[in-house]
């Protein structure tokens, strides 16, 4: 066997050497949490900065309080912003565990060979800046900028993507498109003309019925749908969740419908059936709003809810009974586009399903609804243009007709050698998105890498992916940080201000200051006409027409709406933004593509005998892989279980707590065991994983082996033909209860 040229390096001793660590500010989770009388208490000598959270994307602002010797001691919501309204989660209240937790990266690492074996040393940001620039210059120089490409999440993100444009190259994806909520935009764009986005534009707090269909809010923890999911369920409303697992929003609906995974499309299309042959959709919506009602009529005509029962196992009566409730609270009612919508290939028709039953309900553009959204445009810093790549995102994505992003694993693709290669990548930045753990295929993912010429990872933690890089940066956490000013789509526009509350510790450095050293090195100076972002920050301000010391008194600015209403006033004539301008129950779009205009109910693999499907999700802890050692949300879970039925348990020979290891379809076996959760909240059919789990890297103190990783076990993958997404759960597991691994050093 070849070995690979890009050996995976432990962050090791070697990388983090003779730094002090400076002590924990707490240790509980409890001091970080929202309490008012505490704060009062607590709070009378310490300083107070504004900055929204970036624990996970809905990016809450609040205040960052810290003491005088640059201790940050509490985080608490902002009460007006609408993203939280003073309230952070789990999560937000234990960010502050980023900011201490002593496994940080501490100082730039470059690759090196000792003693005929690949380690990193320590390096000075200097010598790794100058590394880097010369690397980008040679690649530039014999095979185009456009080869350089650019891997990315959160708001570090945009400061790479300024200098990647600015050095030419468009070549960019980020995770959170082709392996999350891509055919959610696509689907529901092609029916409605408009991308959900995020937040979505759910109106929770006042619906009489929320439909999730895979959508799991109380574990996705999304703050501000968590809250008017609360105040909707005291309202009254009526929640009908469909999963295959009891999860939490399950555990406080009214209907439970434990689906046959796999089978979602039958199930919306019976849905359509009952609500247009019992005449109980928005027909006065549908006729003033809607094109290609008839076609869609015909369409369902034979999916009735016995035909969906054969499929489904939802009986007959839960489907009618469901859909009339639907009916009943219509318009004021949500089948919720959900997140992570990347599951079986046929995905974005299955959010054209979901988006064609909401249009049905009359339920986009009215109160308890959709709302109509509005953010606000925050204006680009003076800068010359950009120069105009040969090729980039769009043309590695050609294949794919409606991809309106970046898809990963194409920009993956390009970067293994093949002949006749049109677009090749020759090196990757990748900027806090921990790619082992995010894209399935990990054997591909590893191959590209391996054919890389230079890697760069910029990253506030020591996770998988910087093990593969030739260089890695330490970026300082959001606390420790200036960064672009936060505008979100919400139903009033805002925007929030983050700087730093604390200095960055060891030698660690903000995301825009690395961008930005970068391109001064790169001969990019027109791009960066300031010293500092602070001097963007005011200038951007100054043009929204307020200031940077009014933002440090309030963190969050509110803006008067300029489109218009929220909703769609009563018998008022809307254009959407599709091609015809309605509601696009038929796609003449799709089919003029060759795809079904009409979403169709396709079987899907099922798992043989002694296989289970995997099935995963997120913790209310954690969000995906990045909070796994943080100390704080650590200390509230430290391992994923997995979930299993007792009929299985009973047939496998399994207890509660039980060890096992998992061997999915194609012979992959999970690296580290994982401990087995006996519950009747899951099919039969299915077990059930928290996602982010499993780290192999030692370094991760409070991580390392515990629990399994569900990546790991997603070698078999399909991909949306629409949008190029990456549907990742149809794999299938068995347990092995003896540890295969015992012969191995690990």
Known sequence: MVNSRRSFIKISALGASGIALTPLAFSSINEGALSENLLAEGTKNLKRTATYCEVCFWKCAAWAYTDEEGNVKKLVGNENDPHCNGRLCPRGTGGVGMYNDEDRLKTPLIRTTVNGKETFREASWDEALNLIASKFKAIKKEYGAESLGLLKHGCPGAHFTHLFRAFGSDTEAEPAYAQCRGPRETGFALTFGSWVGSPEPTDIRDTKCLVLIGSHIGENMHNSQIQEMSDAIDNGATIITVDPRLSTAASKSDYWLPIKPSTDIALLLAWMHVLIYEEIYDKDYVERYGLGFDELK???????????????????????????????????VIIHPGRHVVWYGDDTQRARAMAILNGLLGSWGRRGGFYFKEKIKIPDFPHPPYPHPK??????????????????????????????????????????????????????????????EFMVVIDTMPMDITGYADVVLPECTYLERCDILRSATNREPSIALRIPAVKPKYNSKPGWWIAKEIGMRLGLEKYYQYDDLKEVIEWQLKELGTSLEEMKKIGVKKFPRKSGSMFIEEGQHHEFGTHSGKIEFYSAELEELGFDPMPVYTSHDHPEQGFYRLNYGRSPMHTFSRTINNPNLNDLMDENKLWVNPKVARIEGLINEQEVWLENQDGVISEFPIKVRVTERIRWD?????????????????????????????????????????????????????????DIEV
Not at 408 to 433: C, F, H
Not at 703 to 710: I, L, Q, R, T, V
Request: proline letters at 6%.
């Open 391 to 452: 090729w980039g995102w769009k043309e590695l994505a050609e294949k794919y007709p409606l991809a309106d992003m970046g898809i990963t694993t194409e920009l993956i693709r390009a970067s293994i050698p093949q002949k006749d290669n049109k677009y090749p990548v020759k090196a990757w930045m990748v900027a806090g998105t921990n790619l082992i753990q995010s894209i399935p295929d990990t054997k591909l993912l590893k191959e590209a890498m391996d054919a890389l």
């Open 686 to 742: 299915s077990v059930y994983m928290y996602h982010g789990f499993g780290q192999h890297n030692k370094k991760l103190t409070r991580a390392y082996g515990k629990g399994a990783c569900d990546t790991q076990l997603i070698t078999k993958v399909a991909t949306d033909p629409i949008m190029g997404g990456s549907a990742m759960r149809g794999n299938f597991v068995k347990f092995i209860t003896n540890n295969p691994h015992k």
């Open 298 to 332: 015909e369409h369902v005509k034979d999916f009735t809810p016995e035909w969906a029962y054969g499929i489904t196992t939802i009986k007959p009566d839960q489907i009618r009974k469901t859909a009339r409730e639907m009916a009943a609270a219509s318009p004021a």
